[in-house]
């Protein structure tokens, strides 16, 4: 099977097929409704050959449902049809934990994505838990306010570096995590790690959505409280938990 894998974000959509080397992308911003997005990544993919489709998207989605609209794009996403959009199965997972899935190792691994806002999602002993902690209150605002790309600008690279040290070592002491993974295209801005991190690679939430269609029909994404769903029929991506390493596997 040759999957697509999008990871949408808040600056670019990348792609990249199964059994490609080189990612391809297309702005993003403010603007891009789902339809939008559909199309560039059509355009994008015009010449390759593709059986199924992955996407990590930048905000809440719970049982392969988009649960709310993201804050860094346009509207219009809540209850969106990708696969009558794409004419192929799809599977959608956050997009911190599309990343989080392709770089997990062992144990239980914490992940952070910096980049336009703040991505997170746990990984415990392979099974993916996404995380809403972007919006969390945190000093005089909230986590995204001090670790997003607005606060990088606001800040400066030095202060903004402190403020991600300082939330990362709060995390640390909460999750008590093996493995610490900082993604995310601003994670290049940091000069030096933070105790017990590595850095992930963007290129790592391609692996997330091709393990997401590895040899198991249903995949597993940890539950959070359900919320009442849009009436439209929605992509049939899992509705459970999502098993890292060599497959996905169903869980019961």
């Keep these: 099977m040759r999957v697509l894998a999008i990871d949408i974000g808040g600056t670019n959509v990348k792609i990249l097929l199964s059994g490609e080397d080189v990612p391809r992308k297309a702005p993003s911003g403010p603007t891009m409704t789902p339809q939008a997005m559909v199309a560039a990544v059509k355009t994008l993919a015009a010449e390759w ?11 809440q989605v719970i049982g392969g449902r988009i649960m709310l609209e993201p804050h860094n794009l346009g509207r219009g996403w809540v209850g969106f049809d990708f696969e009558e959009a794409f004419g192929r199965p799809v599977r959608i997972i956050n997009d911190a934990a599309m990343q989080a899935f392709g770089s997990y190792k062992r144990g239980l691994l914490l992940f952070l994505g910096l980049g336009t806002g703040l991505g997170a999602a746990l990984v415990a002993d392979g099974v993916v838990i996404p995380m809403e902690l972007a919006h ?3 000093k005089r605002g909230s986590y995204e306010g001090y670790l997003g790309v607005q606060a990088l600008r606001r800040l400066g690279r030095k202060k903004w570096q402190k403020q991600v040290e300082v939330a990362v070592a709060g995390f640390i002491g909460a999750f008590h ?3 610490v ?6 994670t290049k801005k940091l000069k030096g790690l933070p105790p017990g991190c590595r850095a992930g690679t963007n290129a790592n939430a391609f692996v997330g959505g091709f393990r997401l269609w590895e040899e198991a029909p249903e995949p597993k994404v940890e539950q959070q409280e359900k919320k009442k769903a ?3 029929r929605p992509s049939r991506t899992p509705r459970t938990k999502t098993r890292a390493g060599s497959a996905a596997r169903s869980a019961a």
């Design 136 to 138: 969390l209150p945190f």
């Design 49 to 59: 050959e593709y059986d199924a489709v992955a996407i990590g998207y930048p905000g």
């Design 230 to 232: 849009p009436s439209r």
């Design 181 to 186: 993974v900082l993604g995310g295209g601003n």
């Design 177 to 179: 995590p093996d493995d």
